[in-house]
């Protein structure tokens, strides 16, 4: 997939710094724009993949008097509509999002767009990684 896409078409974007520093050394010079969401504001690209990774679960939307865990009664960042819209908005083709389906169920913001997408664009892990490995 990598080596048939144009430059500059191809953003794999992160909520977290670390993981896009990690990926990007890891993809070494290949020609993807690797960064968080808010380093790639202005930009588009024909391929977008949104890496969701992340050590907690989204916050459950069933108690919205509890603060969350950043101590506010905001939600944290990876579930803030305007960030979600950000991402979304660099692609001009195909986007692919990677998420544990089971926790982001939990998220108001997620819930509502895992639920846009029609069921035949939700895949399996598996059959991604099957497809990356069919290209080389």
Not at 36 to 42: E, H, L, M, P
Not at 44 to 50: G, P, W
Request: aromatic fraction near 10%; hydrophobic fraction near 40%.
């Amino acid at each position: 997939m990598l080596d048939k896409t144009p430059v500059s078409t191809v953003g794999i974007l992160y909520f977290y710094p670390a993981q896009a520093g990690f990926v990007s050394t890891a993809l070494g010079n290949k020609p993807v724009f690797t960064e968080t969401i808010d380093a790639s504001q202005g930009q588009e690209f024909h391929t977008v993949v949104i890496c969701t990774t992340r050590t907690t679960p989204f916050h459950s939307s069933e108690d919205k008097k509890q603060p969350f865990q950043n101590g506010s009664q905001e939600p944290d960042f990876i579930e803030d509509h305007r960030r979600l819209n950000v991402a979304l908005s660099h692609t001009k083709q195909l986007c692919v999002i990677l998420v544990y389906l089971k926790t982001a169920w939990n998220s108001d913001e997620w819930s509502q767009l895992i639920a846009a997408v029609p069921a035949r664009a939700i895949h399996k892990a598996q059959v991604f990684i099957n497809q990356l490995h069919s290209d080389n």
